[in-house]
């Protein structure tokens, strides 16, 4: 069984910075597959912000978070971080990390059809 634990998340103040790490453990099988962040906030529906293929390390950002956020993976570590800068407000939310199966070379936002495997979920929380 394949299993995502997070770590990192907390408050910090407008501004600042957080990383956030999703480990993946198990059997992945053929060992393609993308790593999704997402989150959501309180009173808006989840939404996905970031993905990477572990493959080829091909990435994706929504608009909102491009510029602050970067996404990378320690495939030595089983490990993906999402490196969160420039924080504000808005980025307040639970924060998610899922492991959806794709081709070996298929762009991580393929991701977005299903997903297979989900962390646990971790808060970011930013005060103004």
């Known amino acids: 069984q394949v299993q995502l634990v997070q770590s990192g998340g907390g408050l910090v103040q407008s501004g600042e910075s957080l990383r956030l790490s999703c480990t993946v453990s198990g059997n992945t099988f053929s060992g393609y597959y993308a790593i999704l962040w997402f989150r959501q906030a309180p009173g808006k529906e989840r939404e996905a912000i970031s993905c990477i293929s572990v493959t080829d390390s091909n990435t994706h950002y929504i608009n909102s978070v491009k510029g602050r956020f970067t996404v990378s993976s320690d495939n030595a570590k089983n490990t993906v971080y999402l490196q969160m800068d420039s924080l504000n407000a808005e980025d307040t939310a639970l924060y998610y990390c899922?492991?959806?199966?794709?081709?070996?070379?298929?762009?991580?936002?393929?991701?977005?059809?299903?997903?297979?495997?989900w962390g646990q979920g971790t808060q970011v929380t930013v005060s103004s």
């Open positions: 899922a492991l959806s199966y794709i081709s070996p070379r298929a762009p991580c936002v393929n991701g977005l059809t299903l997903q297979n495997f």
